[in-house]
């Protein structure tokens, strides 16, 4: 039951669909278009077009102009970076078991600890994406996107009020302390939901509830 773990690239976590494409830029001999990606791929423009964008905040991808060709303004070639070749070796997620079980260990109150730590993560990781469009639902857009970014590979509803989270970046650690790390992961969407002053009351996180994900609930229809 559960997600499976998150990817990484370069020591960064990314979600399945974005590997994929950074495995596509990889192959290639030269720097490559959008339109020749959204042939390589399958994938509409726009959804291709974010996940460059994640990449290169990511580091893994660069671009550059592409020459000029007629008339309009030129676009642009990416290419994955050296970065993103290194051995990811992710030695932190050892590190955040250890902090769990410490927390879980000493805490009088470890998953409303660990809670509170998350959702200062995510007022940060909210304030970093930028300001969210649409009211709620834009704002839930948003964390929508935060959790790709983070490797969870979601699954959203139509109106993202529940997203199956899919993969995880600290399967082993939210195995053996779920209690503590769960609760950072729901502090994470709490927090992100508050900075775009959406209301984040009724949002609930349920680990390994069905095979290969997890739950996360952004809110209940109004």
């Known amino acids: 039951?559960?997600?499976?773990?998150?990817?990484?690239?370069?020591?960064?976590?990314?979600?399945?669909?974005?590997?994929?494409l950074l495995e596509t830029l990889q192959?290639?001999?030269?720097?490559?278009?959008?339109?020749?990606?959204?042939?390589?791929?399958?994938?509409?423009?726009?959804?291709?077009?974010?996940?460059?964008?994640?990449l290169r905040r990511s580091g893994l991808v660069a671009r550059t102009p592409a020459p000029p060709s007629g008339r309009g303004?030129?676009?642009?070639?990416?290419?994955?970076?050296?970065?993103?070749?290194?051995?990811?070796?992710p030695e932190y997620a050892?590190?955040?078991a250890a902090l769990a079980a410490v927390i879980a260990r000493t805490?009088?109150?470890?998953?409303?600890?660990?809670?509170?730590?998350?959702?200062?993560?995510?007022?940060?990781?909210?304030?970093?994406?930028g300001a969210a469009e649409g009211g709620d639902a834009g704002a839930r857009r948003q964390v929508t996107g935060i959790f790709e970014d983070m490797g969870f590979a979601p699954e959203p509803d139509a109106d993202d009020r529940e997203?199956?989270?899919?993969?995880?970046?600290?399967?082993?650690?939210?195995h053996q302390q779920p209690d503590v790390v769960c609760a950072v992961?729901?502090?994470?969407?709490?927090?992100?939901?508050?900075?775009?002053?959406?209301?984040?009351?009724?949002?609930?996180?349920?680990?390994?509830?069905?095979p290969g994900a997890c739950l996360l609930r952004l809110g209940t229809a109004s």
Do not use: K
């Open 185 to 210: 992961h729901l502090g994470i969407a709490q927090g992100a939901l508050e900075t775009y002053g959406a209301p984040a009351d009724g949002v609930e996180l349920l680990p390994f509830v069905e």
């Open 94 to 96: 050892g590190l955040a």
């Open 107 to 129: 805490s009088p109150e470890p998953s409303e600890e660990a809670r509170r730590a998350g959702a200062d993560w995510g007022r940060r990781l909210a304030h970093d994406a």
């Open 163 to 174: 997203l199956r989270l899919t993969r995880c970046p600290l399967l082993e650690a939210a």
């Open 27 to 54: 192959a290639q001999p030269e720097p490559t278009s959008l339109p020749a990606l959204v042939a390589a791929t399958g994938l509409h423009a726009n959804t291709v077009r974010e996940h460059l964008d994640g």
């Open 73 to 89: 303004r030129p676009g642009w070639l990416y290419a994955a970076t050296p970065r993103s070749q290194e051995d990811p070796r």
């Open 1 to 20: 039951m559960g997600p499976r773990p998150a990817r990484t690239a370069g020591g960064r976590l990314v979600s399945p669909s974005r590997a994929a």
